[in-house]
């Protein structure tokens, strides 16, 4: 199918017309307690028109692509626009839809093919083996999942972009039991994923995590309830992800805080005032949106109208000076943002959403931000977690957390948490880790939209260290 051949058939009708064509492919594995557990490939391919006319835009989606259906759907959407142009709240222009040339592929060095999958299979099998080695476990299952999605896009004006972007990412898990104490340990089903080929999938690294994973397991079956009180906190990447994710993520995105979600996913406590002027936290918190790191989750060239994506800043030196809207939210709300209006495929518009959203490293190492706390903890790996639909009081539970005291590492301690108000949170911001403490996560399953989207998420963040925060213990 040639979509510039439909374009020219379609676009005298209306003022533009644009094509989004997208063909997706995954493949999942999973075992479990040492045996296979599921294996699975699937793949869509479909067709997004965008159509504007006198002013307004509208939409059609299809699966079926030949070229009476694809005339259907646009003849759909053009009778939509006229019927409805006449009682428009936004004047879209011509310009509300960038017009580039652009060819961008995610690194790769090994692409998906049927020769790997018995490969994967030994892999998942082969840690499995390793956690199975724990004295009391009750399950152990890991899994690995992989996607590939091309993206076409064209218009009446000239655009011409194709995107070709490869995901791969993996998760262990295990739990024990023991006197009647369950403990659940696991890579962090988020923390394990990257824009690659399945060289990310290395051997070495699944089964030092399955090695490890076996031993804080039974620790934690044994470990003390984590204390209750204010104190220091210690963040590393892997719950940095979440605390960055609904804090800062959620709480920025501009199509939120101009009311288009707040009946379904809620609003912000961010105002379009604050832009400019809200201390957003401390004077060491520096966020950036850039879909330009490589390997990162939600990387890209351009966004889902064209919109080219670069690093952005947007809170620096603490300060809050962007916020997450492409171009149709900067004109409604008269606020600078950034390319990052995405579409889950080819049946949904693109609306605001996070990319890449990253903490820059400071100048901390681990060993200089446990030296400074007297009495405190440090948090591995996100299990819970809970904020109100402002995206501003939160509660976070991790797995596995450990006492410092006196600036040492002390003992293990189960069920740890901790909760706090955004900006006091993040005014709390004592040290930031330096490049030696820094990692990729992120979320396949970031949701919003009404009919819901999930989208593909990256946060990349080095570990930090918070004075004053509320920390408490779970309780059986």
Known sequence: MNLNTLISRLAPKADWVGLRKVREKIWQYSVKNGNTDSNSYSETEGLMIEVM????????????LNQENIELAFNRALKLCERVAPYKILHFENNLRPTHKLKWNSPAQKKMNSEHMGNIHHLLLSSDN??????????????????????????????????NIKNVGYDQQ???????????????????????????????????DAERLAIEVEELLVAPHCPTGTMDLILPPDQMYIQIHESIGHALEIDRILGDERNYAGWSFVKPEDFGKLQYGSKLLNVTFDPTEIGEDASYGCDDIGNIAKKEYLIKDGVLLKGLGSLESQKRSGLSGVANQRACSWNRPPIDRMANLN???????????????????IMHTNNSWSIDDYRNKFQFGAEYG?????????????????????????????????????????????????PNQ?????????ACLFNSIEVFGGHK
């Open 53 to 64: 006319k006198n002013g307004f835009l509208t939409y059609a989606s299809l699966d079926n």
């Open 130 to 163: 390793l956690l199975r080695k724990a004295p009391h476990v009750r399950t152990s299952s890991g899994s690995v999942w992989i996607t590939e999605t091309e993206t076409e896009m064209c218009c009446s004006l000239g655009r011409e972009i194709f995107q």
């Open 174 to 208: 295990i739990t024990a039991e023991k006197n009647g104490e369950i403990q659940t340990r696991t890579t962090g089903r988020f923390a394990n994923m990257r824009q690659s080929g399945i060289e990310f999938l290395n051997e070495e690294r699944m089964h030092q």
């Open 359 to 377: 903490v820059e490293c400071g100048n901390s190492t681990m060993s200089d931000m446990i030296k400074a706390v007297e009495n405190g903890v």
């Open 402 to 450: 450990r006492i410092i005291k006196d600036g040492q590492l002390k003992e293990v301690v189960k069920n740890p948490n901790y909760k706090g108000i955004s900006n006091p949170f993040w005014r709390n911001l004592k040290m930031v880790g330096d490049r030696s403490t820094f990692e990729i996560s992120g979320s396949p399953y970031c949701g919003k939209g009404e």
């Open 454 to 462: 999930m989208v593909k998420v990256g946060h990349a963040s080095p």
